[in-house]
Every structure is written in structure tokens, then in C-alpha cells.
């Protein structure tokens, strides 16, 4: 079991920021379930206390796909983000973008003197370091007193650790994952006030409206 640090009580709210690493996010908590047309500020709601977080901003990091194996996919993604933009005014996005390049990867059974094949390698890029900015960003300019990490990228830790620092900012960190296999960042745990696993029973709770209210924003049918 990794350890779970505690958050102290207190009695007024802290001006709370929460960051989303997109990709970290979708692969380790909705891919594959039926919970992708999911609401960021109820789920958000749901794990912080109320009493001690006054959520004033959630910034959405993710980066436009590409569609080359799914070409509904950019559609889906689409989609889902028009519907938080409209239902939660909390929230803005953030854009990365991938990069596509030609790579040379072992064979994992080589066929008589082949070795090696290449392959199309895709990365998205750019969301770790457009998150990090931004906590610095803010921290700097003392625009939030919480900062909510939802991300289990270790390259994010120096910027924690200048965030906490510097500045003496309270920081969170939201563990993405609800497999129960993985744990989270030691990099990133070590500069951490408390520490949330999200669990899948809150996310069942937490679903966009279908369709969005005011709007003719519907879930994807195959979702």
C-alpha cells in the first residue's frame, strides 16, 4: 500500500486550481469503461471537501487526435470537449499536439536475420509542459492557494517542488488510475499536502448531462 498523506483541516476555503494531465487521465481512468462522458467539476466536487476547497478553475490539458486508427475518433474527442466547455465554466483548455516520426524497433521474434522493423512512433507533446507553466504561472501570481495535480508524470515534479518552495502553496495530487496495479509518482509525492485515488464508483456518479442542457450536445452513441 502507498502511503496516503492527509490533509489538514482548516476553516476557510483555499482558492483551488485543478490541472488535468488529459492523456495521463483517459488512459489510466475512463479508457475502456463507460464513464468517458464524464463531468470534471462533479468528479472534482466529489474528491475535494467543500468545506476546505473553493474550486475556481479546472485547466484541461490534451492535444486534438489524429483519427489514423479511429476516424470517429476526432469526432468523439470533439464533441466531448464542447460539452465541458458549455457545462462547466470553471473550465478551459489547453492544446498540445502530436508528433509522428519513423522509428526502428526490435523484433520481439526475429525471422532469420532480421532484427529490427520500423514503426510509426506517435507522441503527444506539449501537455506536461503547458500544465507545468501554468502551475508556476499561477503560483507566481498567487492566483490560487490549492494546487490540484491530476497526473502521475514525474517530469512534473520540479515544478511542484518550485511551487511549494517559492511560493508555499498547498499542493494535491489526484492519482489517475483505478486499477489498483499502479502507484503513484514518489517524485511527485514528496511534494504533496494530500494524496486522492479516484475509484470508479465516483465516476459513475460523476456524468455529464445527456443531452447538454441549452444545447443539442448528445454523448456519442457508441460511447
Avoid at 476516424?71 to 470537449?81: A, F, K, N
Wanted: glycine share 4%.
Amino acid at each position: 500500500m502507498w502511503p496516503l498523506l492527509i490533509y489538514s483541516a482548516g476553516h476557510m476555503q483555499k482558492r483551488t486550481c485543478v490541472y488535468v494531465d488529459g492523456f495521463n487521465f483517459y488512459y489510466g481512468v475512463v479508457k475502456d469503461t463507460p464513464y468517458k462522458w464524464l463531468d470534471f467539476k462533479a468528479l472534482f466536487s466529489y474528491l475535494l471537501n467543500p468545506e476546505q476547497h473553493n474550486i475556481q478553475a479546472i485547466k484541461y490539458f490534451t492535444a486534438i487526435v489524429t483519427g489514423k486508427l479511429d476516424s470517429d475518433q476526432p469526432i468523439r474527442q470533439e464533441t466531448y470537449l464542447r460539452a465541458i466547455q458549455k457545462h462547466i465554466p470553471e473550465l478551459s483548455i489547453y492544446y498540445g499536439h502530436f508528433l509522428s516520426h519513423v522509428v526502428s524497433a526490435p523484433l520481439a521474434n526475429p525471422v532469420g536475420k532480421r532484427r529490427f522493423v520500423n514503426i510509426i512512433k506517435t507522441e503527444e507533446k506539449g501537455s506536461d509542459v503547458n500544465l507545468a507553466v501554468h502551475v508556476l504561472n499561477d503560483a507566481s501570481l498567487d492566483r490560487y492557494d490549492s494546487f490540484v495535480i491530476v497526473s502521475n508524470d514525474s517530469d512534473l515534479a520540479e515544478s511542484l517542488r518550485l511551487v511549494k518552495e517559492q511560493y508555499n502553496k498547498s499542493i494535491g495530487l489526484i492519482f489517475p488510475d483505478t486499477s489498483g496495479k499502479n502507484h503513484p509518482s514518489k517524485e511527485l509525492m514528496q511534494y504533496a499536502n494530500f494524496i486522492k485515488r479516484i475509484r470508479k464508483g465516483v465516476l459513475s456518479k460523476s456524468q455529464l448531462p445527456d443531452p447538454i442542457p441549452g444545447t443539442s450536445i448528445r454523448k456519442p452513441k457508441i460511447w
